[in-house]
């Protein structure tokens, strides 16, 4: 079973069309999405002429078997998160007005329209985004994998927070141990190649190959965005224990 994983489109439509030809042509059984579809945010992306979110929603739609939301998709779905135990969201958020609920958030959360354009979805694409759910696990060859956007308690990247140290794991961790998981996998932070986290180490790694001998563990995946030219997605070998990390 080969698994190839994605993150972090942000309707970068001509990146996501390259990965999904070159995941094609490696031959993977399945491909998992770990959100962000969506969110063309103005000062930091330069393709404003070729951005699609409703194409790149149709493209993920059609070719991964496992979609995951993240915080931009939960924002252009206006979403009332399941998983977030760090902020109360009111169910009447999203008719509150931006000042509104900066004040509520205190500037622990991502407040989107302070950056991103509408990504012009239509009704279809926005009760497609409400089904689908905030993590996922799938078992394989005795394998067990969460799928999340971002690190528990975390799971959808709302918070503004990126973890750098082994410590800030610990929480993931136990959530993957009270999901019977062995390996986890995210996106959310656009790292340059990849970062390995265990219980006593973080390491990041450039795009690369490496086998997976401690669990648990969780892995970081780059953005298929092209943002920085840091983009890419994951190759996950289960018969192997392999994980290839590949560039566009």
Known sequence: MRLAIISDIHEDLISLQAALKAID???CDKIVCLGDISGYSVPYYDYLQTRNAHE??????????IVILGNHDI???????????FFNFPNYWYKLDYHQRHSLANDSLWLHEENDLDPLYKESDIEYLKSLPEFSTLKENETNILFTHYAYPNLSGLKREFFTYTDEYTQHFKYMDSLDCHISFIGHAHVKGFTLATPKKLRQFRYKEI????SPCCIGIPPITSLNK??????????TMKISVVKL
Do not use: M, Y
């Open 25 to 27: 042509k490696l031959k």
């Open 56 to 65: 790149c929603l149709r493209l993920v739609r059609e070719n991964c078997e």
């Open 75 to 85: 924002h252009a779905a206006s979403i009332i998160p399941k998983h977030c135990s």
């Open 211 to 214: 086998q997976i001998k401690t």
């Open 230 to 239: 840091r983009n890419g997605f994951c190759i996950f070998d289960l018969d």
